[in-house]
């Protein structure tokens, strides 16, 4: 992750803004609302996922600090990373919840209480600390506790046959078989993937120990089917696509097929099916959760940020498994879309669901929904876990543009900047220029390790773009292209040495790499329309508009009110415009229709074939990249334009 | 009311599955959910609405009796009044809940106990009782009951300011004051109108004393504002409508134009901007209330049925004050539309909640929204307001055909039966035939009193009808047809002694009428396509189907499932045609697209300018009245149409 910088005109200044803004402001919140000394007895309260909240920001410290040193971050995350070391029991174990109302309590109730969540979260923080400052005390401090909760979970007589009823520690522990090598670490996250869902409950049975209600099936956690029998998508989106994540990592440690085809079931079920266009998953607020197929309401969406989050770590590790731009498309939707609007521009207010029209005066009057949000983004939260999770995967960004395996370096994202892969080889260098995602020519210099020897660079043709074109232009050979990629010519080699090759949506070009060479995409970006299944009830009619990966919206303030009584003929042009405002984007222009309700003459319903006809009017639709909404006057959003016939 | 009698395709045989079937069914649910004893000591629980459950059931037990007498009915009903009478507390006092729980506690919880509201369902009860069937006994005690009522709220010494939580006892008051002819009740009526929402809120004073936080200013219930200052519908809908319906009758009764004024204002706002298609009202499940302006979503709809009802009665108050036609087309709209599609054509199924879209794969996996209700009707409900309503509206229906002033009788709907109106000079009967609402054409045959004065007859000209005609045939000379009405020509009057104007929708016909004049209506019945306001959302690019007063839906049983998937063509002729089926009825049939899922290669979005527009392919798309969806097949069922272009 530390081998990407970046320098283009979307990420750098959103990771900027994290590390200057960001991650100061959360570092105050966690302290202000008592989740940092959580510890001390005489705190006034504890919340069973206040320790989750404090480890996504120290894991979003370690990696920022490893980019950038500060001085004072480092040292707030020493203090923070001290009181839990100092905080942890003996037998390893560290909760601030259950270390404060009652530790005989602990590991008696799996199913709400959040404390593998925690603890996975807090390994998570331990295993960035550890890698990028070198750090290994909280390492150490969350192996003991992994190490504890492998002695008291598994299948062996006197063990519990528990497991977790939020998924992350499967991710986490992954991470630290990784980190340290330990078999034991991988074996304990496959024992959380296939003891989940077996017979009995184990959700029932520690229910019935504490005399409680028992839970039966729970789909809300994906804990009603053993994991290998579970075909879509189900229950409460986060759990759901960490522990599908999860369940790659440990496929692809294992090389257990049977497993990796379940994982791509449910993939398959997500993207085709159970998300949005912005990549948000999850879309009905009660249960914050998957509903049915083809469920995709707009005003009403949830997609809770941290579920567009946890589906680009689903689709790291699809594409890890198998190099399949497929998964990148989706990665890449989720980044620039669901997760980017997540966070305003300056980097103080967050959202938590992230939806997909919005009617504010419906909101502020009956008010937001089951769990009453409001129209605009929000400092903070009672359940803070979108405004962490958003600052650790900016501050790890990189992790997301490029991956390398022995011999291949892979190029998912275009963001200008640098990339380091460190291959069989050596270390490979690639400069990336361009505008992406503003413009689809992007340059990759490469400086290859010095050895001299064959590797392979494979660079994504993005699902959006219908006739991507690359050239080659071979070091030293000054002026000399060589098409390497052309739809109408599919590629084309002339360079001796050279095999260029599309496998699964990447273009990748096998050589003895000089210094200098140099790779030109040509990835034309043109706005689309974009229209949904036609199962998909909540969008019929309407079109999204999309330029490269970004998805667009109409808003309030540069269209006006009643957004859905604009209308987009279906031949009209669309026009891309740079605007200077927000840090520079470029908008969609358009010659759209509005219905105007001053003609209306105070009916609510009118025959269709007379009034309803003459009263549109055209004007100029304006859009604006949805990750960017909200950043301006409230007001009205829409993601989704209502469609007419063409304009004769 | 029992001046008119049904003899028409569309009432008659629900009226008499009223009777039949629903009056029994709900009898045996009051008493089995222990309704009917609840003031047994011994009963097992006991609830604050549970009066007006039972009071409503009386009061259509009594309209029934007087059009169809049943001696099993009769017993039940004087047993039920007995138990009442009885329990009645010296005082005059008298409701189950209190004096169960507690005598001491009553009156300390208007805003949310029902006190009042059980009281007035009570006083309706007793009214209809002593009308319909000469028995004053439950008309004494519940005088007594208002007495006692009166000496406890007011605006002297020692009197309660307060008012319903729930509106209605306002509706009883000036029900027993037309009765009794005792301006006390007028007077308390008018009372509870005027206090309501005045400063300091009496909601906060009781809640202050019972030691509860305070409620503050409740919009939910209409007590923001004093009710003379309000000017959109707002909150609780079946409160407000019952409400608003009391205002016009307080109006009427005391000429008070300021108030009558302030009525005029809220319909307007209901009808123009907060109606659904169907009558429905009060679109939001949350607080089963009006939202904002133009708000109006489908699939999460709420429209309460007894919303319905309620606005059927601030309807046919608004046309007692003012004979204009709109009063009459949203009462008809609401009757055959919003009120009829509450129960099942068998009379034992009731729908709660009114959706104009419904998909129930979603609503069986994750619930029916914040009430939870069902895709389908259901047999009874908890709080199960909504069945005897629908039970007394029913049995009461005459009321809302016909009426009549001291020289003018005035019909508003024209289902075939028999009207009698009390004119001044005496009775008037009205024979009218057709099929209405199947069929627009309607012989309306006159038998005058014997004085042989001048009398009019008001025939509504219904809204939904762009070119009524009338013609009337003279008793006695043969053959010979004098045009009334025709737009065409305006109004053309060729007949001596007869004077024909259309005063607000209404056709006046003013004359000496002979036994056998007749007149004959022609209302052409066409399937239209409606649009709604540009400002409604929800409904953007979208056409209802409506015939005559009946408004259409696609269900899947007819038309497969995914509705959103079929766009009706702008184009497209609608044809009405005859189905034998549930009773017969007229279907529309059109020849529409619908977008095929299977063409569609397994993505979730792909340009809208290749991919989606090949897929369409041309079905007969059939739509069925919407009172009579759900009496098939459960599935999908969607009043709103995806339209088109011109298929050209």
Same mark, same amino acid.
């Given at each position: 992750?530390?081998?990407?910088?970046?320098?283009?005109?979307?990420?750098?200044?959103?990771?900027?803004?994290?590390?200057?803004?960001?991650?100061?402001?959360?570092?105050?919140?966690?302290?202000?609302?008592?989740?940092?000394?959580?510890?001390?007895?005489?705190? &006034?309260?504890?919340?069973?996922?206040?320790?989750?909240?404090?480890?996504?920001?120290?894991?979003?410290?370690?990696?920022?600090?490893?980019?950038? $040193? *500060?001085?004072?971050?480092?040292?707030?995350?020493?203090?923070?990373?001290?009181?839990?070391?100092?905080?942890?029991?003996?037998?390893?174990?560290?909760?601030?919840?259950?270390?404060?109302?009652?530790?005989?309590?602990?590991?008696?109730?799996?199913?709400?209480?959040?404390?593998?969540?925690?603890?996975?979260?807090?390994?998570?923080?331990?295993?960035?600390?550890?890698?990028?400052?070198?750090?290994?005390?909280?390492?150490?401090?969350?192996?003991?506790?992994?190490?504890?909760?492998?002695?008291?979970?598994?299948? #062996?007589?006197?063990?519990?046959?528990?497991?977790?009823?939020?998924?992350?520690?499967? /991710?986490?522990?992954?991470?630290?078989?990784? /980190?340290?090598?330990?078999?034991?670490?991988?074996?304990?996250?496959?024992?959380?993937?296939?003891?989940?869902?077996?017979? $009995?409950?184990?959700?029932?049975?520690?229910?019935?120990?504490?005399?409680?209600?028992?839970?039966?099936?729970? #789909?809300?956690?994906?804990?009603?089917?053993?994991?290998?029998?579970?075909?879509?998508?189900?229950?409460?989106?986060?759990?759901?696509?960490?522990?599908?994540?999860?369940?790659?990592?440990?496929?692809?440690?294992?090389?257990?097929?049977?497993?990796?085809?379940?994982?791509? *079931?449910?993939?398959?079920?997500?993207?085709?099916?159970?998300?949005?266009?912005?990549?948000?998953?999850?879309?009905?607020?009660?249960?914050?959760?998957?509903?049915?197929?083809?469920?995709? $309401?707009?005003?009403?969406?949830?997609?809770?940020?941290?579920?567009?989050?946890?589906?680009?770590?689903?689709?790291?590790?699809?594409?890890?498994?198998?190099?399949?731009?497929?998964?990148?498309?989706?990665?890449?939707?989720?980044?620039?879309?669901?997760?980017?609007?997540?966070?305003?521009?300056?980097?103080?207010?967050?959202?938590?669901?992230?939806?997909?029209?919005?009617?504010?005066?419906?909101?502020?009057?009956?008010?937001?929904?089951?769990?009453?949000?409001?129209?605009?983004?929000?400092?903070?939260?009672?359940?803070?876990?979108?405004?962490?999770?958003?600052?650790?995967?900016? &501050?790890?960004?990189? @992790?997301?543009?490029?991956?390398?395996?022995?011999?291949?370096?892979? /190029?998912?994202?275009?963001?200008?900047?640098?990339?380091?892969?460190?291959?069989?080889?050596?270390?490979?260098?690639?400069?990336?220029?361009?505008?992406?995602?503003?413009?689809?020519?992007?340059?990759?210099?490469?400086?290859? $390790?010095?050895?001299?020897?064959?590797?392979?660079?494979?660079?994504?043709?993005?699902?959006?773009?219908?006739?991507?074109?690359?050239?080659?232009?071979?070091?030293?050979?000054?002026?000399?292209?060589?098409?390497?990629?052309?739809?109408?010519?599919?590629?084309?080699?002339?360079?001796?040495?050279?095999?260029?090759?599309?496998?699964?949506?990447?273009?990748?070009?096998?050589?003895?790499?000089?210094?200098?060479?140099?790779?030109?995409?040509?990835?034309?970006?043109?706005?689309?329309?974009?229209?949904?299944?036609?199962?998909?009830?909540?969008?019929?009619?309407?079109?999204?508009?999309?330029?490269?990966?970004?998805?667009?919206?109409?808003?309030?303030?540069?269209?006006?009110?009643?957004?859905?009584?604009?209308?987009?003929?279906?031949?009209?042009?669309?026009?891309?415009?740079?605007?200077?405002?927000?840090?520079?984007?470029?908008?969609?222009? &358009?010659?759209?229709?509005?219905?105007?309700?001053?003609?209306?003459?105070?009916?609510?319903?009118?025959?269709?074939?007379?009034? @309803?006809?003459?009263?549109?009017?055209?004007?100029?639709?304006?859009?604006?990249?949805?990750?960017?909404?909200?950043?301006?006057?409230?007001?009205?959003?829409?993601?989704?334009?209502?469609?007419?016939?063409?304009?004769?």
């Amino acid at each position: 992750m530390t081998q990407v910088k970046f320098s283009d005109n979307f990420w750098a200044e959103r990771l900027e803004t994290n590390r200057e803004v960001t991650l100061p402001i959360e570092y105050k919140l966690l302290k202000k609302t008592g989740r940092l000394g959580a510890f001390n007895p005489k705190a &006034a309260t504890v919340h069973e996922y206040w320790d989750s909240d404090v480890a996504k920001w120290l894991e979003a410290a370690a990696y920022s600090l490893a980019v950038s $040193p *500060d001085k004072l971050l480092q040292r707030r995350v020493d203090a923070v990373v001290s009181s839990y070391v100092n905080a942890q029991l003996p037998d390893g174990y560290l909760n601030s919840y259950y270390q404060r109302i009652g530790i005989d309590k602990r590991w008696s109730n799996l199913h709400s209480m959040h404390e593998l969540y925690c603890a996975g979260h807090l390994m998570e923080a331990a295993a960035a600390r550890a890698v990028y400052s070198g750090e290994d005390d909280f390492l150490q401090a969350l192996c003991r506790y992994a190490d504890h909760i492998a002695a008291v979970f598994g299948t #062996a007589r006197g063990q519990k046959r528990g497991y977790p009823g939020h998924p992350e520690i499967e /991710l986490a522990l992954i991470r630290l078989y990784k /980190l340290t090598g330990e078999q034991r670490y991988l074996d304990l996250a496959a024992y959380f993937v296939d003891e989940r869902g077996q017979l $009995p409950y184990y959700f029932n049975a520690e229910a019935k120990a504490r005399g409680d209600r028992l839970p039966g099936a729970c #789909a809300y956690m994906q804990a009603h089917l053993p994991m290998r029998k579970q075909k879509s998508a189900e229950g409460h989106a986060v759990r759901a696509c960490y522990l599908y994540a999860a369940m790659v990592d440990v496929a692809v440690e294992r090389d257990d097929k049977e497993l990796l085809a379940v994982c791509r *079931d449910l993939w398959r079920n997500i993207t085709t099916r159970r998300m949005y266009i912005t990549g948000g998953v999850g879309s009905s607020q009660v249960g914050e959760r998957f509903t049915v197929d083809y469920d995709l $309401p707009n005003e009403d969406a949830y997609a809770e940020t941290c579920a567009a989050i946890a589906l680009v770590f689903f689709a790291q590790r699809m594409l890890n498994a198998d190099l399949d731009s497929s998964y990148a498309d989706t990665m890449e939707r989720a980044l620039y879309n669901g997760v980017a609007a997540g966070v305003s521009r300056d980097g103080t207010k967050f959202f938590y669901a992230n939806r997909l029209a919005v009617y504010p005066e419906l909101i502020e009057k009956v008010g937001g929904g089951y769990h009453n949000y409001p129209a605009s983004r929000q400092k903070w939260f009672d359940c803070s876990c979108c405004p962490p999770n958003i600052a650790r995967l900016y &501050a790890s960004l990189g @992790a997301y543009v490029a991956s390398s395996s022995a011999k291949t370096v892979a /190029l998912h994202l275009y963001a200008a900047g640098r990339v380091s892969a460190h291959l069989e080889c050596g270390t490979a260098k690639l400069a990336i220029e361009g505008d992406y995602p503003w413009d689809g020519t992007v340059s990759i210099t490469v400086t290859p $390790p010095p050895a001299g020897e064959k590797f392979t660079i494979a660079l994504r043709l993005p699902g959006w773009c219908r006739n991507p074109a690359a050239t080659f232009h071979a070091a030293g050979s000054a002026g000399t292209a060589y098409t390497v990629l052309d739809l109408s010519i599919k590629t084309s080699v002339k360079l001796a040495d050279t095999t260029v090759r599309v496998i699964k949506g990447y273009l990748h070009i096998t050589r003895c790499w000089q210094a200098g060479d140099k790779i030109e995409l040509n990835l034309p970006m043109e706005p689309v329309r974009l229209a949904a299944h036609p199962s998909v009830r909540q969008n019929a009619g309407q079109v999204a508009l999309q330029r490269g990966p970004l998805v667009y919206c109409l808003e309030e303030c540069d269209n006006g009110k009643d957004l859905a009584a604009i209308s987009l003929p279906a031949n009209a042009e669309l026009h891309s415009v740079k605007s200077a405002a927000l840090g520079g984007y470029i908008m969609i222009k &358009a010659t759209a229709k509005r219905k105007s309700a001053t003609a209306w003459s105070n009916t609510l319903y009118a025959p269709a074939d007379d009034q @309803a006809k003459l009263i549109t009017k055209p004007i100029t639709m304006q859009a604006i990249p949805y990750c960017l909404w909200d950043n301006r006057k409230p007001g009205e959003m829409r993601v989704w334009i209502n469609e007419t016939e063409r304009t004769l």
